[in-house]
């Protein structure tokens, strides 16, 4: 099983839907979860930490269910920027430190 | 600040070549650490460093060293090329290094892309 899985995608998606990735991890002992955003070509940049409480961005919300070890994060009202690959990110305790488990991104197309 | 600033943008290797990626920052981070991302396969560490003479092996070392003499350049050293090694290559840094930290924003350089023929 690996450690970090999300929705394999592509999702394709008109403009003004809402869109919403899920994200599944296997090591309950991790402390920490966020969600990268990548442009095509480009290195990855951080789009939100995620709560156990929820957190909203603007029209970014992340949650995250430690019991289920479960991670989401819901796009309302998608433009045309939101066109990026999505990396759901857990970090873990390693040997020696922390070490972050990328998923392999799920690729968002907004539509005109 | 420019951030993390990695060389080259583009390599091409002929097998059994050796060469040095280099990476620096300039935001005085604790963390630096290296990874590949290939199609299909999500970023995968390569070897990372919680300070300036500690390194430490990640998922996928085998082929590669690292060094870190001063906290702010991190260099990738591919031994002798080959052609599995041929990815793009993403050097990163974080202000703190413990795992019990609260964030660690992950700052990402812009990336080296490496073809071993």
């Known amino acids: 099983r690996k450690e970090v899985e999300q929705d394999p995608g592509p999702f394709n998606v008109p403009e003004g839907a809402t869109v919403a990735f899920n994200c599944t991890y296997s090591?309950?002992?991790?402390?920490?979860f966020f969600w990268y955003r990548q442009d095509c070509r480009k290195e990855p940049k951080l789009l939100m930490s995620?709560?156990?409480s929820g957190n909203e961005d603007g029209r970014f919300t992340a949650q995250l269910n430690r019991a289920s070890q479960y991670i989401s994060l819901l796009i309302r009202d998608s433009k045309l920027s939101d066109s990026a690959t999505y990396l759901c990110?857990?970090?873990?305790?390693?040997?020696?430190?922390?070490?972050?488990?990328f998923g392999k991104g799920t690729k968002l197309s907004v539509i005109p | 600040n420019a951030g993390v600033t990695q060389t080259p943008k583009f390599q091409v290797l002929k097998t059994g070549q050796s060469m040095t990626l280099q990476c620096a920052q300039d935001?005085?981070?604790?963390?630096m650490s290296w990874y590949r991302q290939d199609p299909g396969m999500g970023l995968r560490l390569i070897h990372y460093?919680?300070?300036?003479?500690?390194?430490d092996q990640g998922e996928v070392p085998n082929g590669y060293n690292v060094s870190r003499s001063t906290t702010e350049d991190f260099p990738l050293r591919l031994l002798s090329a080959a052609p599995s090694q041929t990815s793009v290559y993403f050097c990163?840094?974080?202000?703190?290094?413990?795992?019990?930290?609260?964030?660690?924003?992950?700052?990402f350089g812009p990336g080296t892309r490496l073809t071993v023929l």
């Open positions: 990163a840094s974080s202000l703190y290094s413990g795992w019990t930290s609260g964030d660690n924003e992950q700052f």
């Open positions: 090591n309950s002992a991790s402390q920490s």
């Open positions: 995620v709560y156990s």
């Open positions: 990110v857990v970090n873990s305790p390693g040997a020696g430190s922390y070490q972050l488990t």
């Open positions: 935001m005085n981070h604790e963390y």
């Open positions: 460093s919680v300070g300036a003479g500690i390194t």
